[in-house]
């Protein structure tokens, strides 16, 4: 299939699609405007729009006259608080231009690690597409603190896009699209589809973004695009600046750039990969590092060398290589206690050394995900 026809079948196809903008797109009302305008050529088209929202802090610096972006987490905080209301005062004068209402969703990581506050999250984003609205969502930055973070709006969008079985995923930013590298380094051209995010093409990220004013940068974009593949989606990467820039793409024009999606990742592993927060950790030898990712193998007891944290039967844990590089997340049915005392022990020893009925497995290959 040639490229043009795999983005004209990408965008024909998609039912609901998730649109994100960066900071450095929404400074002023104008390109909110025409944020809002493409947003309503989507919905015209019967598609459902969710759109990840950046700006706050930067509609605060700009409402307080600030020239650069503090440092200090109060004074960002309460930049996004001032910036927040104003630039939802915004949406909802430019949606009302097309006949619709903008509702506001503002989320910390906690609302997507825990799966009840998951699901109710997944249930309001129903609702509000089922009364024909805009979800509009954002970081809850005048509340999130470090552990608090996705880290920024582009895995957000990613998150989303799983979250919601949606089938494309917009970003929009200062870029023109992920780009090639010259031999001395420097940007050569831009590659129109990613069939597979490999090692060679994670590379090619470099920072997009000016933190005078926003975060993130192409690497961010490709951890969002991981995520959205990994659950069946499309994500498209393009340069907002440009005029009717969601319109080019409704008509699959040769813009930016597209992640194409691999095999489908199941809903448990990718909620275990990208959502549930990790209580803890387990470090493992080359023996049992190798038996799960190579041979598809359950984590024993044999092959723990460290345990890390203090976690109950039924968290999630990382397992990690002794060099720290995290392998898999996966489900642990015993205790942090419990792991210390059968590390590095036979599987038929658990029994002896816990003193009661218990799995053969710390982790069963049922309830891990393997990470990229």
């Not at 880290?151 to 200062?174: F, M, P, R, Y």
């Amino acid at each position: 299939m040639e490229n043009s026809e795999i983005r004209k079948t990408v965008v024909d196809s998609a039912r609901q699609v998730i649109v994100k903008a960066g900071t450095r797109l929404l400074t002023d009302r104008s390109s909110i405007a025409a944020l809002v305008e493409g947003i309503a050529h989507l919905r015209r088209a019967g598609k459902k729009v969710l759109l990840v929202s950046s700006g706050a802090v930067g509609m605060g610096m700009e409402l307080l006259d600030l020239k650069h972006r503090p440092k200090e987490l109060a004074a960002k905080q309460a930049l996004a608080a001032v910036g927040q209301t104003r630039l939802m005062a915004i949406y909802a004068e430019e949606c009302a231009k097309y006949g619709f209402l903008p509702a506001q969703l503002l989320l910390t990581a906690a609302d997507l690690n825990s799966r009840s506050r998951y699901l109710n999250v997944m249930n309001c984003i129903n609702a509000l597409w089922e009364k024909d609205l805009l979800p509009v969502i954002n970081e809850n930055d005048p509340v999130s603190v470090a552990e608090l973070k996705f880290g920024d709006n582009d895995k957000l969008a990613g998150l989303l896009c799983s979250l919601t079985g949606s089938e494309l995923a917009v970003i929009l930013t200062t870029e023109d699209g992920l780009r090639d590298r010259n031999p001395d380094g420097s940007l050569g051209a831009r590659i129109p589809i990613v069939p597979k995010l490999t090692a060679a093409i994670k590379a090619l990220a470099g920072g997009t973004d000016n933190s005078d004013y926003s975060v993130g940068g192409m690497s961010s974009k490709l951890t969002a695009a991981s995520i959205a593949t990994a659950a069946g989606a499309t994500l498209w990467i393009a340069d907002g600046r440009k005029k009717d820039i969601l319109k080019k793409i409704m008509a699959g024009d040769d813009e930016g750039t597209l992640f194409t999606p691999g095999a489908r990742i199941p809903g448990r592993k990718r909620y275990l990969r990208y959502f549930s927060r990790s209580a803890g950790r387990v470090v493992v030898d080359e023996g049992a590092a190798q038996a799960l990712l190579v041979k598809g193998k359950s984590l024993l007891s044999s092959g723990i060398t460290m345990v890390i944290g203090d976690f109950k039967r039924g968290d999630t844990v990382e397992i990690a290589t002794a060099d720290g590089n995290v392998i898999a997340r996966g489900l642990v049915n015993f205790s942090a206690p419990e792991c210390r005392k059968v590390a590095g022990h036979d599987s038929r020893e658990l029994h002896q050394l816990l003193g009661n009925e218990t799995e053969d497995e710390v982790i069963h290959r049922n309830n891990l995900s393997l990470m990229e």
